[in-house]
């Protein structure tokens, strides 16, 4: 639904988007990862037409975002990061005003506008002004909004930043429901191990590039080769644990209650020399197993990153 090949954009002397290939399946939700400043918002706008690249092409459902972005637009609803609502506004005038836009026929406007508002369970909100609202209504609001002319698919720049708990639940099932109606969902965020959740496909971007995408399984279980060993011995964990540091292919060591969970990125041979050399060095091994990461593990084994936001 989505085609992104050899993209370029660059600020400056800042590469915002280095020969980005990226691919989004049909029916998919595909949630886009990275740190901070990888390139995510600046793909995203490109996506929607709101922006020119440097170079590279990009495709929605078939339509070239360069030489058909008014047939782009009618295709995608786009949510950025930051958004303002209007003062003065009530939700059921705003929906009205963003359905008109889209020239949705004045008699079919008022059941639409009830069964968005359904959509996004503020259908008790449907006289209270826009500015009123809490940020995570706001949010469902705005989501309602880039629903109003049925586009195929959703591009979501961090819908979810800033929303306590129980208002990214309850986005998080909005989206799943987006799913059911068909829609390719393209989301962006930093809250990786919820995105694992709703997601079927990933993309981990850094600098500009993807440098990992694929099934939510595939990601987590194995990121460009590097996997997640635990490592158990009788005693003495913390001087096991600096002695595993420095080791080659090793890219990062934690202790996590008696056990080691170590980031490794090498072929058996070596995690079998890994278990040699610490046997040899005299720890009696009780584990040494391969266990499946959780996205956010997934992401820090690609990147090399260890803080997130
Ligand atoms: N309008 C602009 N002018 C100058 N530099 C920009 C502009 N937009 C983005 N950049 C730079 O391009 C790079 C990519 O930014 P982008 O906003 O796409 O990243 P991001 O992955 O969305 O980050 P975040 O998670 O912080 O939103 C950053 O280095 C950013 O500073």
Redesign the pocket.
Known sequence: MIKVQGMY?R??K????DALDMEVPRGSIYGLI????????????ILATLMLPDGGSAAVDGHDVLSEPMAVRGVIGYMP?FFGVYDGLKTCEYLDFFADAYYVPQSRRKTLIGELLELVNLSDKYDSYVDLLSRGMKQRLALARCLVHDPKVLIL??PASGLDPRARAELKEIIKHLKQLDKTVLI?S?ILPELGEICDQVGI?EK?RLISSGPVEEITAAGRGASLLRIQVLDKVSGLADFIKPRDNVVSVEQDEGALRVIFRGDPQSRGKLLRDIIEGGWVVTEFAEVRRNLEEAFMAVTGEGVL?
């Open positions: 954009k600020f400056g800042t590469t915002a988007l990275g740190p901070n400043g990888a390139g995510k918002t600046t793909a995203m706008s990061d720049d961090e962006s930093h971007m500009g936001k």
